[in-house]
């Protein structure tokens, strides 16, 4: 592959981690069932190579509130090629319906800040992009659902529910440009070890690309732990050539 179109993969396997990154456990359950606080780290691979790593951290904000944060970095060889350095800050309710969105994204020569602005009241959520380099910005403004979340606080929303094998839920979902009512089916039950360690999980799909909430033609997969803490150890999205498959493993755990 040329070195354009692999920078062109990795922009856009970049900019799909900043929408769909979430959290993951070790085998032990939890004291409490989620949510809870914790950070958890992952790594990011890409035929066969370490692309980067994701840090995500929850915590309890003021009054009912939780706050998401995550930070996406390349890694080794992907950061000579496409240098990505993504800081993503969510707040939520206690439900986890979307309340303020912020996303710093330096990827390659872009320098980009976006902001998703709920007002719950009104049902309505506003879009800010502004691109720091060219001085440019982009608004727009949408009815929503009640209740609606950002890809985030989607994943965090279904860990609360219990969905067995061959059932499936839909989640009202936005990222400010489109919003729509995605739907995430439960599979099978397997077990997936990481790093000689085994996880007794269900494995789930999310249908957000194929023109759902995404254009590009892809699948997302996820292995949520089947206990209390109902936590993904591993993602992975399968995207068309030249990107084909990502997937985040479970590599360091705090709570």
Excluded at 35 to 45: G, N
Aim: contains cysteine; aromatic residues 10%.
């Amino acid at each position: 592959m040329r070195n354009s179109a692999l920078r062109q993969a990795l922009a856009g396997l970049f900019m799909l981690l900043t929408t769909s990154a979430g959290v993951a456990q070790s085998q032990q359950p939890a004291p409490n069932p989620f949510p809870f606080p914790e950070k958890l780290e992952y790594r990011v691979e890409w035929r066969l190579i370490t692309a980067g790593m994701a840090t995500v951290k929850l915590s309890k904000a003021a009054g009912d509130l939780w706050e998401t944060n995550l930070k996406i970095e390349s890694a080794g060889f992907v950061t000579k090629l496409y240098r990505v350095l993504d800081t993503y800050r969510t707040l939520t309710n206690n439900q986890f319906c979307g309340v303020n969105t912020t996303l710093d994204a330096r990827e390659g020569k872009r320098h980009k800040f976006t902001v998703l602005a709920f007002d719950n009241a009104r049902h309505k959520v506003q879009y800010e992009e502004r691109d720091l380099l060219k001085n440019q910005s982009t608004t727009k403004s949408l009815d929503v659902p009640p209740c609606t979340h950002e890809i985030v606080g989607a994943l965090s929303a279904f860990r609360m529910m219990r969905l067995e094998p061959g059932k499936s839920a839909v989640i009202p979902v936005t990222d400010g440009k489109k919003v729509v009512m995605a739907r995430i089916e439960a599979q099978e039950r397997e077990i997936v070890t990481i790093d000689k360690k085994d996880y007794h999980t269900i494995r789930y799909e999310a249908f957000l690309f194929d023109n759902v909430l995404y254009r590009r033609k892809g699948r997302l997969w996820l292995w949520m732990t089947d206990d209390a803490s109902r936590l993904p150890v591993q993602i992975r999205v399968r995207l068309g050539f030249p990107i084909g498959n990502i997937t985040l493993f479970l590599d360091k755990e705090e709570h």
